[in-house]
């Protein structure tokens, strides 16, 4: 969702800002700005658009200043448009950059009114600067005091950095449900949502919990907690790299991602299986005795982590023999869940930060859990810090907002949890060496699958002019069937569905013609005939079918029949990041020819931080 960069130094920190920004553009984003202080004097500069906008306006106009806060805005309370950019400014010098959702702002819209304040933009967060430079008079002028008051009167979920010519060395931050780090440098500090956003500058953090109002100035940092007590958080090294995030010869962050599946699942692996076993205590040192109370699972999650959880309800009720419940967080959330005992309360997000499974996971831990466990690609995040076991996916930075190796590593993951929890339910040492040898094969399988790329670049020219498609699978591969209807929509924005296939006479081969293609993913398991039937129900209707197939499974390219041939003998454990590549390659080659933007496609965001 929105960026904020922050930065104070005695350089020239524009710089700092506009790269910063530009690390943060795959959370999606409608409008940039930046407002510094010099000599006691607040420039603020905004446009709607693409950070390049801001970059012109800023070339034209050029400034440079010491310290600063800048922002890209991901559009909740008014339209993008610049009136609507961050920062937001109030009274005599005052600026402010805001993530995350007032829900009381028209009460303290209303009451500011009262009190003269006049509003130029339709957001929550113009409310929030107007209430601290009211609060300002309140507290001699004092922006750290300020602060604190005002968001002890805020209701919903914030990021916020501040800064004011009343306090020109100072930035305050503050944090309740969104993300801010703090980046810490020599006689210099840097504030982010993100890590990789200053990772060109440091790679020293420190993470704000949930109520902190911090004061960062050049020489030190002051951290205050939700209860009012000065608190010390721990500085942490980042293993990230600055150059981890860039798109080296690839046209889009997306294909580089595709391609970089092998390493990352093989990365996800290492040091976790070794000699045909499963080593357990990669999930946290209380895992084992955990693993050996499960006697049930609970996912929850969104978006693609969803349709990865659902790939590990099969593996874990067929392999386990344990029951498992996937659900969408938004909907977990908001109801009232009849916990089972000795029930694993599982989460899945990509950056950590997502709002709904992070309230999740919170309410969970009101429920009667019997633990938490977090599967994760951030290790800085809010969802590992607050679980009790976690793995994370090392899948590195992950840019394209389509997700594709977070989705695979996901499935690496819940698959080594599948194996842990086995273990318990009376495994052998053998059928483990089995599972674990049957895993480690994934990333090579994966390679042989990404030569696909120049025939699914092919087979991208005949769903270019299509307005929908749908897609289908049946067993473990009916959430691989979600997942590519999913990254077709995202990425070409051709409406595409995807359904079990043996649903199809219930509802959806109404839609079935000459104009809609069908696209299926066939391995050779034991749904396979029943699959083939589903599919000459679409042949009778006059749909073109395209047939992701093993090439044992016995499918034949014909009349309105198009068969993909799959590396061959693919396990039922495999299957699902094996066959998820090739529609991965099949939407990115479809949204190159509708000539989207690929890696950042219209109305969507990388880190969802907001419900």
Known sequence: MCGIVGAIA?????????????????????????????????????????????????????????????HTRWATHGAPAERNAHPHVSGDGLALVHNGIIENHEELRDELKKQGYAFTSDTDTECIAHQIH????????????????????????????????????????????????????????????????????????????????????????RVVDKDGEVVHRPVRESELSADAAEKGPYPHYMLKEIHEQPRAVAQTLEERVANGKLLEAAFGPDATAIFRRTQAVHIVACGTSFNAGSVARYLIEQVCRIPCNVEIASEFRYRHPVVTPNTLFVTISQ????????????????????????????????????????MLTRAGPEIGVASTKAFTTQIAALTMLVIALARHRNASAERERGLVTRLIEIPGLIEKTLVLDPEMKKLAERFAD???????????????????????????????????????????????????????VAPNNDLLEKLKSNLMEVRARGGELYVFADPDSGFESSDGVNVIHMPRQVTYLQAPAVYTVPLQLLAYHAALLRGTDVDQPRNLAKSVTVE
């Open 10 to 70: 005695e350089r020239d920190i524009v710089p700092i800002l506009m790269d910063g920004l530009r690390r943060l553009e795959y959370r999606g984003y409608d409008s940039a700005g930046l407002a510094v202080l010099k000599n006691g004097a607040l420039r603020r500069q905004r446009r709607q658009g693409k950070v390049a906008e801001l970059q012109a306006a800023l070339d034209a106009d050029p400034v440079d200043a010491p310290i600063g806060i800048a």
């Open 134 to 221: 009211c609060q300002l008079k309140k507290h001699n002028r004092e922006l750290f005091a300020a602060v604190r008051a005002t968001v002890a009167e805020l209701e919903g979920a914030y990021a916020l950095a501040v800064m004011s010519q009343a306090s020109p060395d100072t930035l305050v931050l503050a944090r309740r449900g969104c993300p801010v780090v703090i980046g810490i440098g020599q006689g210099e500090n840097f504030v982010a949502s993100d890590v990789s956003a200053l990772l060109p500058v440091t790679r020293r953090f420190m993470f704000l919990e949930e109520g902190d109002v911090a004061e960062v100035r050049r020489d030190g940092i």
């Open 351 to 390: 950056s950590g930060e997502t709002a709904d499974t992070l309230a999740a996971l919170r309410l969970a831990k009101q429920e009667g859990f019997l633990s938490t466990l977090a599967i994760c690609n951030a290790p800085e995040s809010s969802l590992v810090r607050e679980s009790e076991l976690v």
């Open 466 to 520: 299509k307005e929908h498609a749908l897609f289908l699978g049946r067993g473990i591969l009916h959430p691989i069937a979600m997942e590519g209807a999913l990254k077709l929509k995202e990425i070409s924005y051709i409406h595409a569905e995807a359904y079990p296939a043996g649903e199809l006479k219930h509802g959806p081969l109404a839609l079935v013609d000459a104009g809609m293609p069908v696209i299926t």
